[in-house]
């Protein structure tokens, strides 16, 4: 492999710009380790371990051969300091600290058997009379190689948020009380974090392994195959003949591209070179040509059926399939995408944009037929994981074997169409590419694996010291009872780690502190906040740092391809992307969104469409622009429509409350009057070494009648202040099922009003408002052409 190609492959992540250029030596050997670390990933991806009974790896020792093909890739391709031009020297200390850091990690692997036996106990070997903590040190100096690893990748940011969290298990005891703990030792901290399966090497990097790295890998073959061009080239025989075409071709191109390589930078520099000149040729501003790009690639990370790494570790994190988080992404994804396509064809008509010359549009057939082969492997993927349910691992493995096929009948095919071609050199050529795609999957999930080894820190500092237990009473001190607000500090946290975190870290970071406590508090004021709503919606903010000012990475990257000025280009940006950014606010609260509760197709279909309707009339507020400019009223009414078909109950509930409370002393005694199937919530307080913690249980009336704390099996007494203990529960009752334990306090009961109008009938109100506004809109777009 030439040192061009291997200097080609930039990583997707957010520090591109520190590699180093390598001669062509370098190169070759760095392409040989990327080529292998990617062959051993196939191998256990394959069912060939276990059919031929040799070679099989269970899950730690699979993430240490990984972390360490990682570390020693870094170490390779990333300096100390930023290089100086020309300069492509490998220092020897760089070479000495890659294979040291590797030998770390292949520790694990290779000792994993004595370390099980001892249980955390680490080995100490005499020495001259002295007993040496080799495991200690060997732990130690992994953990520090790591954080070298993870600055020289990633940047400073990540470092030091890992250092915070080090030392905050250290030194517990001399925190705040809020967040104090007992302190863990030096010790124990080593042999928690890098010798154990819980924290570095815990569920991240397992999903690193497991799935992430084929799909990166996948995403690399397929550029190599030259999807990327061919998906731009589809774009514009398919939008760029309309107004604003070349904005749509972006959009629609970087959502194809985006959903695959799972970065906004990448996707930024892919498209955006052929994109970005050709929007601003047809007369849009560079600006704005910049910022419809970074919005279209940022997300591009939220478009199933892959939506990068962080995917696949909100399935591992909440517990599901990936099939459901995919089948949650989809609605938000789709509307997202659609009012992205309504932007720019706003702003086309503000700026009386036209589509390209027909001259310049590629035949729409012959594009799609000249690239079909692209789309067969993509096919199978998707068929693979959303039809069969196969696992992504497994899915992806099939389908990258049918691209290799794919990329070597490509060249046997034009070796045979040219005069002069030999079929055996189209082979090669075949081979070669495929090699190369190999060794630019591997750089590329360099990056990632340091990323997500390096939040793996943070991961076991919060499981090991109680911090997200810790947590909830800090964002209660800070946030009260304001589920609104504690969403809000949530957003911006993301948004500022985003500064230096790559996407996938930076979701690790906040689900692991702050997922579970959105989940305890939003329990206590009487919301139940879906699990998977949560987790995507840390993911959400931690994709759109990315065109977040200040430091918006992939604003800079679209500002240097179209030259204009970067913070303003991520201030449009972000502009752009305000209607992503109030869509977690929506799922979370109205999990139809999520097709949470959608039981059927037509429900699905409804969703979607007032889903759809509610997010262009807020583009349109935002963009102050419909048919023509809006009036302030007209913008008023827009924002009310968008609030009404998002989240009627928001709108109901203070008119027609869903639930009353009624007399708990009656509840207590003989029971409140109910009919089947009618919902009634128990407020609970429960005791604990971090203070109160406030739950809500909702139960359903199985019958009509009375429904008494003794039906749910729950036996309540008054304490000495007043206040209803629980002192029994019937062994597998209602109550006790749903969670309830011994000494909890009950509160209060609140009943649902069954008679009450039901929110969805606003969507009248919303739809009749609307139908005004478009009259208004048409009207005065007539007379301005007349």
């Known amino acids: 492999m030439t040192s061009q190609a291997i200097n080609s492959g930039a990583p997707p992540g957010e520090m591109e710009y520190r590699s180093r250029h390598l001669s062509p030596l370098v190169a070759r050997c760095i392409f040989a380790i990327a080529v292998t670390w990617t062959l051993f990933q196939m191998w256990i991806a394959s069912p060939l371990p276990f059919m031929i009974g040799w070679g099989v790896l269970i899950d730690v020792p699979k993430r240490g051969i990984h972390l360490a093909f990682a570390l020693l890739l870094c170490f390779l391709l990333f300096p100390a300091t930023r290089p100086k031009k020309n300069k492509n020297t490998l220092p020897w200390y760089d ?69 915070v969290f080090l030392l905050y298990s250290v030194f517990g005891q001399v925190m705040p009380d809020l967040i104090s703990h007992k302190g863990v030792s030096i010790e124990r901290l080593v042999g928690y974090q ?68 799972g970065s906004s930078i990448a996707n930024v520099v892919t498209t955006g070179t052929f994109t970005i000149p050709i929007m601003t040729r047809m007369g849009m501003p560079a600006t704005k040509a910049g910022a419809i790009e970074v919005a279209a690639s940022t997300n591009g990370q939220i478009m199933p059926p892959i939506m990068g790494a962080a995917a696949f570790i909100i399935a591992e994190f909440v517990g599901v399939p990936y099939f459901e988080v995919v089948k949650a992404a989809i609605i938000p994804a789709l509307i997202s995408y659609i009012a992205l396509f309504y932007i720019s064809h706003l702003e086309a008509m503000k700026l009386g944009l036209r589509g390209l010359p027909k001259s310049d549009i590629p035949h729409l057939a012959r594009t799609f037929m000249s690239g079909l082969h692209f789309l ?39 070796a045979f169409r040219h005069p002069e071609g030999k079929m055996m050199d189209g082979l090669l050529m075949g081979v070669g590419d495929i090699l190369t795609g190999m060794a630019n999957g591997a750089r590329n999930m360099a990056t990632i694996g340091i990323a997500v080894a390096a939040a793996g820190i943070i991961v076991g500092a919060v499981s090991s010291t109680g911090l997200n237990n810790a947590m909830i009473g800090v964002i209660e001190a800070i946030a009260g009872s304001n589920v609104y607000l504690l969403l809000i500090l949530t957003a911006f946290l993301c948004l500022l780690l985003g500064i230096g975190l790559p996407t996938t870290a930076n979701y690790l970071v906040v689900a692991s502190l702050l997922a579970g406590v959105v989940i305890e508090l939003g329990n206590a004021a009487g919301l139940m906040l879906p699990l998977i709503g949560v987790h995507l919606f840390v993911f959400y903010f931690g994709l759109l740092a990315d065109d977040t000012p200040p430091v918006c990475l992939a604003a800079f990257a679209a500002s240097a391809i179209s030259r204009a000025d970067p913070l303003r280009t ?36 409804a969703v979607f469409t007032t889903s759809l309707i509610a997010i262009l009339c807020f583009s349109s507020a935002t963009q102050n622009w419909m048919f023509v400019r809006n009036r302030w009223y007209e913008t008023i009414g827009l924002l009310f429509v968008t609030l009404a078909l998002f989240r009627p109950d928001a709108l109901m509930n203070p008119v027609f409350p869903e639930f009353t409370k009624s007399d708990f ?33 909702v139960f359903e009336s199985e019958t009509a009648g009375s429904s008494s704390a003794k039906a749910l099996g729950i036996t309540l007494n008054k304490n000495q202040v007043g206040r209803w203990q629980v002192n029994n529960l019937t062994f597998m009752g209602r109550a006790e099922q749903a969670g309830i334990d011994f000494g909890d306090y009950v509160s209060a009961i609140d009943i649902e009003e069954i008679d009450r109008l039901h929110p969805k009938w606003i969507y009248l109100v919303a739809l009749a408002m609307l139908l005004v506004i478009v009259s208004g809109q048409l009207r005065r777009r007539g007379e301005r052409l007349s």
């Open 570 to 605: 991520g201030c449009q940006a972000f502009g752009y992307d305000i209607r992503t950014a109030i869509l977690p606010f929506v799922f979370i609260f109205n999990p139809e969104l999520l097709l949470i509760g959608v039981d059927n197709v037509w429900h699905g279909a």
């Open 95 to 163: 070479i000495l600290l890659g294979l040291g850091a590797a030998s770390c990690a292949l520790y694990l692997p290779l000792a994993y058997r004595g370390l099980v036996d001892r249980q955390g106990v680490l080995l100490e070997v005499p020495l001259f009379g002295m007993s040496v903590p080799v495991e200690f040190m060997i732990g130690a100096a992994g953990v520090l190689l790591l954080l070298e690893a993870t600055r020289r990748a990633i940047g400073l940011p990540l470092v030091a948020v890992g250092g």
């Open 194 to 261: 890098w010798l154990g399966g819980e924290a570095i090497f815990g569920i991240p990097i397992d999903v690193s392994v497991s799935f992430v790295f084929l799909f990166v890998l996948f995403g690399a073959l397929l550029e190599k195959a030259g999807a990327g061009r061919y998906f731009l080239d589809l774009a514009f025989a398919m939008v760029g003949r309309y107004r604003g075409g070349p904005a749509k071709a972006a959009i629609l191109a970087s959502g194809m591209t985006g959903s695959i390589s």
């Open 376 to 414: 067969v492997p993509i096919a199978v993927l998707i068929y693979l994981l959303l039809v069969k349910r196969w696992s992504p691992g497994s899915a992806v493995f099939y389908s990258i074997l049918l691209l290799m096929l794919i990329i070597c009948v490509q060249h046997l095919v034009r």
């Open 665 to 697: 002393d009656v509840f207590v005694s003989r029971g409140v009057e109910v009919t089947q199937g009618q919902k009634f919530r128990l407020h609970i307080t429960r005791e604990t070494d971090y203070g109160d913690r406030y739950k809500l249980f």
